[in-house]
């Protein structure tokens, strides 16, 4: 297509930065989440895995943590969706670190560690709102600094803070119940991935090629069959309804005159 655009070369190979964290601008809500977690106390967390086991090698609870901690807070509560984003969204890698849990997995740790990982919520959020911030993704945040000059505003400060203390928890356990109950919905649903035999590029672009064949093929007969029902529209129909003669074609469209005949006499004669 003529004219004069940016460069737009889809197959150049580009190079991320060696480090994840430069993956994403410094402002970054999963920089504020990483190194929140990485300053919270996990001892609860790692408690349950105490006494080995036949289990296999689980993942790291803090790189866990992170991913849902980020993921509820932006607002996917699919543990399909979290899988997902592992392999496609730059944030959901970085908090991963070249780790891709499946979805059954996801799911199990929110389960197993419903009221660690509500706890530990409730102080990333905590930490947020006395930092200033007024929302932690979707989840919105009382961000009122408390006076506490006087004793009177202490005391009403200790009582707004117990108020905000339980909406707070309150809007946490419906976030995680949120994620069960979608989770529980979607037990049933196909994988939508694309089918393996399309997984490679060669693969998916012949495929891309034949599908696309086979839908001009059905716009062409389509075509065809709507210009012969155009034909009989155009056609003087008798008392029945139904299309006079034959179909339309060229020699019956010729008039008498210019038509020539031989006359079988004038043959013999001849």
């Known amino acids: 297509m003529a004219g004069s655009y940016r460069p737009y070369e889809p197959d150049q190979v580009m190079l991320l930065p060696a480090a994840p964290q430069d993956w994403l601008p410094a402002g970054h809500l999963a920089h504020f989440i990483n ?26 609870p803090a790189m866990m943590v992170k991913v849902l901690i980020y993921a509820y807070a932006t607002g996917v509560f699919s543990s399909r969706k979290i899988e997902r984003r592992l392999h496609e969204d730059l944030a ?15 799911c199990d740790f929110r389960a197993f560690h419903l009221k660690e990982l509500s706890d530990l919520f409730v102080q990333v959020v905590r930490l947020a709102r006395e930092m200033g ?12 600094k408390l006076k506490a000059n006087a004793s009177r505003h202490k005391a009403m400060s200790y009582e707004r803070m117990k108020q905000a203390e339980a909406e707070l928890k309150a809007q946490i356990d419906a976030l995680l ?26 693969a998916r672009l012949a495929a891309i090629r034949e599908a696309r064949e086979r839908l001009e093929q059905r716009q ?7 210009g012969r029902s155009d034909d009989d529209d155009r056609r003087p129909r008798g008392p029945d309804g ?19 005949r031989t006359s079988p006499t004038r043959t013999a004669a001849s």
């Open 92 to 106: 959901f890698r970085m908090l991963a670190a070249g780790n891709f849990p499946r979805h059954r997995t996801i």
């Open 133 to 144: 911030l007024v929302k932690l993704g979707t989840v919105a945040i009382d961000g009122t």
């Open 35 to 60: 190194d929140t977690v990485d300053a919270l106390d996990l001892k609860a967390f790692y408690a349950r895995y105490e006494g080995g086991g036949s289990r296999n090698q689980p993942f790291h």
């Open 177 to 202: 119940a949120r994620a069960k109950a979608i989770d529980e919905a979607e037990v049933n649903e196909p994988e939508l991935d694309l089918p393996a035999e399309i997984e490679r590029r060669e």
């Open 242 to 260: 139904k299309p006079k003669g034959g179909r339309y074609s060229v020699s019956s469209a010729c008039p008498r005159t210019r038509r020539r």
């Open 220 to 226: 062409r007969e389509a075509d065809l069959e709507r």
